[in-house]
């Protein structure tokens, strides 16, 4: 089992309503796929930069799941697909200390950024 936590990021300045909206939405598009839980990221002191409300980092999620090529490339897959048609927007994932971010567009740049990030967690 793993945690995959993922932040999103905006350029417009969105303040904490409007993330915690997004990260709300961004939640039940990923507790469609295969895993174990979707929870909001809490505990601890938020990374510098990032808006926090209590104990509960506004934007920020944690996926917990098994840990496949498969299941993270459909955990990349919804993010771009749910981040696509929003410049401006973008999610960062990190597991196990390896942070990537995504965006909406679309590039053969990125496509192999992602592959290979999900191809260093795989254990399948």
Not at 40 to 46: C, R, V
Not at 77 to 99: F, I, M, N, P, Y
Request: no cysteine; charged share 25%; proline share 2%.
């Amino acid at each position: 089992m793993s945690d995959l936590v993922l932040r999103i990021e905006t350029e417009e300045g969105a303040d904490d309503q409007e993330l915690a909206q997004l990260a709300g939405k961004l939640r039940r598009e990923l507790l469609h796929l295969d895993v174990d839980a979707v929870t909001h990221a809490g505990g601890g002191k938020p990374p510098p930069g990032a808006k926090a409300v209590g104990v509960v980092e506004v934007g920020g999620l944690i996926v917990h799941l098994l840990q496949s090529s498969t299941l993270l490339g459909a955990v990349v897959g919804a993010v771009q697909s749910w981040l696509s048609g929003h410049r401006g927007r973008s999610v960062k994932l990190e597991l196990d200390g390896d942070v990537i971010e995504v965006t909406g567009v679309s590039s053969d740049q990125q496509r192999r950024l992602v592959d290979a990030w999900i191809a260093r967690h795989a254990l399948d």
